[in-house]
């Protein structure tokens, strides 16, 4: 079964960093293609980064140059290091990744930026 749990998530003055971690069994995430998502209030899920079994990354427009998403193998572990955020970056986000034909989620973790 495969599990995905977000954390790090918390509420940080504009400007700030934050560092979320998906933490994910039942998968191996070195061989799979992963993603972070974001969805803020009234607002449509989208996309933030990604990163595919080649090592390959793509950002969203919005915050390339500020967030890196990377793997640790080691951990097993999925990783969005958030920087200078912005109160537009308020939003739950969530790790992804598909198996096959399903699509599995984690619970989420909120970031809240303030101005």
């Known amino acids: 079964q495969v599990l995905l749990v977000e954390s790090g998530g918390g509420l940080v003055q504009a400007g700030g960093s934050l560092r979320l971690s998906c933490a994910a069994s039942g998968i191996i995430v070195r061989i799979n293609a992963m993603r972070w998502y974001r969805q803020a209030p009234g607002k449509q899920r989208e996309l933030v980064a990604e990163i595919t079994s080649g090592g390959s990354t793509n950002y969203a427009d919005s915050v390339k140059g500020r967030f890196t998403i990377s793997r640790d193998n080691a951990k097993n572990t999925v990783d969005l290091q958030m920087n200078n955020l912005k109160p537009e970056d308020t939003a739950v986000y969530y790790c992804?990744?598909?198996?096959?034909?399903?699509?599995?989620w984690g619970q989420g973790a909120q970031v809240t930026v303030s101005s």
């Open positions: 992804n990744t598909w198996v096959g034909r399903t699509n599995y």
